[in-house]
T-cell receptor, first 112, second 111 residues
Framework: DAGITQSPRHKVTETGTPVTLRCHQT?????MYWYRQDPGHGLRLIHY???????DKGEVSDGYSVSRSKTEDFLLTLESATSSQTSVYFC???????????FGPGTRLTVT | QKEVEQNSGPLSVPEGAIASLNCTYS??????FFWYRQYSGKSPELIMS????GDKEDGRFTAQLNKASQYVSLLIRDSQPSDSATYLC???????????FGKGTRLSVIA
């Protein structure tokens, strides 16, 4: 978890509300990623960024948007949270696209 | 998207034994392979990376790669109860996803 923080660490929200999760790194790594982890599905990539203002979709991007205005921050927004978005969300960073990824501590999100 | 397959386990081994974790992948052009350990309720932690065919050793861990067979494995020697965790295999994807993760193998080391 060194150099990567996520906030909040836990959140309970209601269906239909917007939610923003933040990932902050102090490693100056170019790539940042958002994953969700669910039982039976493993880690699935939501979106990733390869530089400031440069983002791309992952495997499960529907219902999520991201923004990266600074190298150190990568935001994940659920525009209108649904119960199917209840999950543990992990941020990860890497120096390059095929390099090792290092994970943050995670955010447990519950949508009621 | 390419696939990464792991036996979900649980794999139970006695303390002091060798634990062998296996992973197969579908993308023939993958060049980078990683093993992560994840304790319950925690985030994945990188423990090994391997890029060339053969073995790579780091302490009690050995990663083995066979690109012809599209197979990567992780051996844990002298297994300890503290090794009990879920082990995730991750493989570089030549498509749109930088890394593809397997669903993980749960390892239980019995004292």
């Amino acid at each position: 978890d060194a150099g990567i923080t996520q906030s909040p660490r836990h959140k309970v929200t209601e269906t239909g509300t917007p939610v923003t999760l933040r990932c902050h790194q102090t490693e100056n790594h170019r790539y940042m990623y958002w994953y969700r982890q669910d039982p039976g599905h493993g880690l699935r990539l939501i979106h990733y960024s390869y530089g400031v203002k440069d983002t791309d979709k992952g495997e499960v991007s529907d219902g999520y948007s991201v923004s990266r205005s600074k190298t150190e921050d990568f935001l994940l927004t659920l525009e209108s949270a649904t119960s199917s978005q209840t999950s543990v969300y992990f941020c990860a960073i890497s120096e390059g696209e095929s390099y090792e990824q290092y994970f943050g501590p995670g955010t447990r999100l519950t949508v009621t | 998207q390419k696939e990464v397959e792991q036996n979900s386990g649980p794999l139970s081994v006695p303390e002091g034994a060798i634990a062998s974790l296996n992973c197969t992948y579908s993308d023939r052009v993958s060049q980078s392979f990683f093993w992560y350990r994840q304790y319950s309720g925690k985030s994945p932690e990188l423990i090994m990376s391997i890029y060339s065919n053969g073995d790579k050793e780091d302490g009690r861990f050995t990663a083995q790669l066979n690109k012809a067979s599209q197979y990567v494995s992780l051996l844990i020697r002298d297994s300890q109860p503290s090794d009990s965790a879920t082990y995730l295999c991750a493989v570089e994807d030549s498509g749109n996803t930088p890394l593809v993760f397997g669903k993980g193998t749960r390892l239980s080391v019995i004292a």
